[in-house]
T-cell receptor, first 113, second 109 residues
Framework: DAGVIQSPRHEVTEMGQEVTLRCKPISGHDYLFWYRQTMMRGLELLIYFNNNVPIDDSGMPEDRFSAKMPNASFSTLKIQPSEPRDSAVYFC???????????FGPGTRLTVL | GQQVMQIPQYQHVQEGEDFTTYCNSSTTLSNIQWYKQRPGGHPVFLIQLVKSGEVKKQKRLTFQFGEAKKNSSLHITATQTTDVGTYFCAGQGAQKLVFGQGTRLTINP
């Protein structure tokens, strides 16, 4: 298995633009997690899915952020409109069960100018 | 809500010295996990502790889970330059895994 796949690896955009981050979890994993990592706030859980259904989105910063999981092999995190304070590394992770180890993707480094 | 605190935030050691990072949860945990993130990389799972008082070893790394299942520690004996990175604990509460802020370890060769 190739592991968790994320795209793009780097994204530079201007304030106000829409940004879409993509994730392909490990096949067979029932849980998918989206995290944001910054120096100031560390690793924050934004939202997680179980069998494609959002379970907890309490970490989503505000209405500008949305996440979907249309099927078991694909998820997106969208920011619209983007702001400079959204600059961070966004990780996607997947696991077999919610209490199992999480496998992280390589991350997307987002820079909003 | 559940909080996981980790100390110290940073640690710089000479190669060969020991290193310890501590993790404390505001609530009792069902399990605790440890991850390592190399500079520029992504978190990678190291180990999971489930039982009260559990101790596990991986070569020079020793992991402990407290008796009350609210705290944990990671100890590295005789650090090597390959140990450089940020070490995160993550506590599994009632609903989700909560990560600590991490301890960033740097090593002077």
């Amino acid at each position: 298995d190739a592991g968790v796949i994320q795209s793009p690896r780097h994204e530079v955009t201007e304030m106000g633009q829409e940004v879409t981050l993509r994730c392909k979890p490990i096949s067979g994993h029932d849980y998918l997690f989206w995290y944001r990592q910054t120096m100031m706030r560390g690793l924050e859980l934004l939202i997680y899915f179980n069998n494609n259904v959002p379970i907890d989105d309490s970490g989503m910063p505000e209405d500008r952020f949305s996440a979907k999981m249309p099927n078991a092999s694909f998820s997106t995190l969208k920011i619209q409109p983007s702001e400079p304070r959204d600059s961070a590394v966004y990780f996607c992770a997947s696991s077999l069960r919610d209490y199992n180890e999480q496998f992280f993707g390589p991350g997307t480094r987002l820079t909003v100018l | 809500g559940q909080q996981v605190m980790q100390i110290p935030q940073y640690q710089h050691v000479q190669e060969g010295e020991d290193f310890t990072t501590y993790c404390n949860s505001s609530t009792t945990l069902s399990n605790i996990q440890w991850y390592k993130q190399r500079p520029g990389g992504h978190p990678v799972f190291l180990i999971q502790l489930v039982k009260s008082g559990e101790v596990k070893k991986q070569k020079r790394l020793t992991f402990q889970f407290g008796e009350a299942k609210k705290n944990s520690s990671l100890h590295i004996t005789a650090t090597q330059t390959t140990d450089v990175g940020t070490y995160f604990c993550a506590g599994q509460g009632a609903q989700k895994l909560v990560f600590g802020q991490g301890t960033r370890l740097t090593i002077n060769p």
